[in-house]
């Protein structure tokens, strides 16, 4: 069976501590991994995303981590 293959970027940013600014830790490309013509929600299990895309550019997603404490 085919593949969706239906793209997204996906951009996590943080926030440095000490500052209100965001910045851009990485960007990734996602992909679809479902069946294609499947109901729902695309979703790159490698990633662990959803989204949802209609037609046209593929969306960008925006996730914001916390920078993690120094261990
Ligand atoms: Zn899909």
Redesign the pocket.
């Known amino acids: 069976m085919a593949e969706?293959g239906?793209r997204a970027h996906l951009i996590i940013t943080l926030t440095p501590e000490g500052t209100t600014t965001n910045i851009v830790r990485r960007r990734m490309e996602l992909r679809?991994g479902?069946v294609e013509g499947?109901d729902g929600p695309?979703r790159d299990a490698e990633h662990g995303e959803e989204w949802t895309a209609g037609p046209g550019r593929p969306p960008m997603l925006l996730r914001h981590e916390d920078e993690e404490p120094g261990s």
């Open positions: 969706c239906s679809c479902l499947h695309h």
